[in-house]
């Protein structure tokens, strides 16, 4: 079956840096787009970042563009999210996604938190 097994994640203070990983299994995971959502408190999941199957297209949202890089590297089954000039406005559960036939794949999340 198809799993999605997110780390990374933990306390940093404004400005810092964190790196998320996301390593899946169950499926051909060289074919598949795949994207970070991230969930505040009492917010909606947003779309954080997006990578197609080779890693040549890449997509992010507004509030991130220009901080977050998404990569991957197909040989080692693995998303990566590189977060730099954390904000506050950054904490936030991180999930990795996958939409394979039709269905929507989501892993246990990691929690991102940034204060000093």
């Known amino acids: 079956q198809v799993q999605l097994v997110e780390s990374g994640g933990g306390l940093v203070q404004p400005g810092g840096s964190l790196r998320l990983s996301c390593v899946a299994s169950?499926?051909?995971?060289?074919?598949?787009?795949m994207a970070w959502y991230r969930q505040a408190p009492g917010k909606e999941r947003e779309l954080v970042a997006g990578?197609?199957?080779?890693?040549?297209?890449?997509d992010y949202g507004d509030s991130v563009r220009g901080r977050f890089i998404i990569s991957r590297d197909n040989r080692k089954n693995t998303l990566y999210l590189q977060m730099n000039s954390l904000k506050p406005e950054d904490t936030a559960v991180y999930y990795c996604?996958?939409?394979?036939?039709?269905?929507?794949?989501w892993g246990q999340g990691t929690q991102v938190t940034v204060s000093s």
């Open positions: 996604k996958v939409r394979w036939r039709d269905s929507n794949y």
């Open positions: 990578i197609t199957s080779e890693g040549r297209r890449t």
């Open positions: 169950g499926f051909i995971f060289s074919a598949w787009p």
